[in-house]
């Protein structure tokens, strides 16, 4: 169930979606890869309007570790 602080954290989107299936850990490529922009994989994206707060930092969480990679 979705709260309203939920969507007072930002995507990290920015508007450069392409999946690169080279980008990322064996199991993200096995998965389709990373967005070249976002570094998400496709399911985190897909996840990202309905997760909750807790979630969506989470998400944050792996994708800042994946730039510093």
């Known amino acids: 169930m ?9 995507s990290p989107c920015i508007s450069i979606c392409k999946m690169d299936p080279s980008r990322g ?3 993200d490529r096995a998965a389709g ?7 998400r994989t496709l399911d985190e994206i897909i996840e990202w309007g ?3 707060a807790t ?14 990679a």
């Not at 309203?4 to 930002?10: K, L, M, R």
């Not at 890869?33 to 570094?39: K, N, Q, R, W």
């Not at 979630?55 to 510093?68: W, Y």
């Open 50 to 52: 309905t997760a909750s």
């Open 33 to 39: 890869g990373l967005c070249v922009g976002c570094l």
């Open 2 to 10: 979705k709260s309203f602080d939920d969507d007072a954290i930002g």
């Open 55 to 68: 979630r969506k930092l989470e998400i944050l969480a792996i994708v800042g570790l994946r730039r510093t």
């Open 25 to 27: 850990s064996e199991v």
